[in-house]
């Protein structure tokens, strides 16, 4: 379902600007905040989309910030299988293309989750797939990780 009015005035002020993207909110916290959104494949002026799940809760960003801040994404690429990964960004950038019309003509979105082909780019970008319910083995660590540490969300 389309954003609606409100979701468009909750998500421009969490991200402080105007979206790029026609999105949907996928993920709301309880109080119905939106937590993740999902970008249409293309922004609003044809340029390819390749982020199609974004965090935008600010309690998740802060804790997964944190994360990366202490190297996350190094740990996250030693740690988990890298096949599993790659799985994953195969699943995502399927997931984003099956939105795509079979006539596109022009540049498409290319890429897997936030857009990289190989590893890990940004836990941001796993976690919000992952909370949306895909198949993100970083994500996944992600989320265990800030539970264990007592600082998820």
Same mark, same amino acid.
């Not at 494949?41 to 199609?52: A, E, I, K, N, Q």
């Not at 190297?71 to 990964?85: K, M, S």
């Not at 795509?100 to 797939?129: E, F, M, N, Q, Y």
């Given at each position: 379902?389309?954003?609606?009015?409100?979701?468009?005035?909750?998500?421009?002020?969490?991200?402080?600007?105007?979206?790029?993207?026609?999105?949907?909110?996928? /993920?709301?916290?309880?109080?119905?905040?939106?937590? /993740? +959104?999902?970008?249409? *494949?293309?922004?609003?002026?044809?340029?390819?989309?390749?982020?199609?799940? @974004?965090?935008?809760?600010?309690? @998740?960003?802060?804790?997964?910030?944190?994360?990366?801040?202490?190297?996350? /994404?190094?740990?996250?690429? #030693?740690?988990?299988?890298?096949?599993? +990964?790659?799985?994953?960004?195969?699943?995502?950038? #399927?997931?984003?293309? #099956?939105?795509?019309? #079979?006539?596109?003509?022009?540049?498409?979105?290319?890429?897997?989750?936030?857009?990289?082909?190989?590893? /890990?780019?940004?836990?941001?970008?796993?976690?919000? @797939?992952?909370?949306?319910?895909?198949?993100? *083995?970083?994500?996944?660590?992600?989320?265990?990780?800030?539970?264990?540490?007592?600082?998820?969300?």
């Amino acid at each position: 379902m389309p954003a609606t009015l409100d979701d468009r005035v909750a998500v421009r002020a969490l991200l402080g600007r105007d979206p790029a993207a026609e999105f949907e909110v996928v /993920v709301r916290a309880a109080d119905g905040t939106p937590v /993740v +959104i999902r970008n249409a *494949p293309f922004t609003v002026d044809g340029t390819p989309m390749p982020t199609r799940y @974004w965090l935008v809760g600010p309690e @998740w960003n802060r804790a997964v910030s944190r994360l990366e801040a202490a190297g996350g /994404v190094r740990e996250a690429e #030693a740690v988990v299988d890298r096949d599993a +990964i790659a799985r994953a960004h195969l699943v995502y950038a #399927a997931e984003r293309d #099956a939105e795509i019309p #079979a006539d596109h003509a022009g540049p498409r979105p290319s890429g897997g989750v936030g857009g990289t082909r190989v590893g /890990v780019k940004c836990l941001h970008a796993h976690v919000a @797939w992952y909370l949306a319910g895909g198949p993100d *083995p970083v994500g996944a660590w992600t989320v265990t990780r800030l539970h264990d540490e007592g600082v998820a969300p």
